[in-house]
């Protein structure tokens, strides 16, 4: 049964910094592209960071220079560190797992909220 389990959630001001992860079982994790996305009230579902089974990242053009993805094949985790953030990343943060182009696995989401 695969799981993927987001941690790291909560409510900062602007300015704050959070860092998510989300641990993963049930896959070969260092075989996945992981990727963060995100989902706020009333908009679709967005790609937030992606990161490749050899450690390339790619991200959205809303998070250049302040989010950072990253991953620990041995602790079958990827981490997304977000500084300097907004009111506007406030949303529901999701965990993806890519097996392969028809094979894709989702966590349950972590609620972040940015005050202003």
């Known amino acids: 049964q695969v799981q993927l389990v987001e941690s790291g959630g909560g409510l900062v001001q602007a300015g704050g910094s959070l860092n998510l992860s989300c641990k993963a079982s049930?896959?070969?994790?260092?075989?996945?592209?992981m990727g963060w996305y995100r989902q706020a009230p009333g908009k679709q579902r967005e790609l937030v960071a992606a990161i490749t089974p050899t450690g390339t990242t790619n991200y959205a053009d809303s998070v250049k220079g302040r989010f950072t993805m990253s991953r620990d094949n041995a602790k079958n985790t990827v981490y997304l560190q977000m500084n300097s953030l907004k009111v506007e990343d406030t949303a529901v943060y999701y965990c993806?797992?890519?097996?392969?182009?028809?094979?894709?696995?989702w966590g349950q989401g972590t609620q972040v909220t940015v005050s202003s």
């Open positions: 049930g896959i070969i994790f260092r075989f996945n592209v």
């Open positions: 993806n797992a890519k097996t392969n182009p028809f094979t894709v696995y």
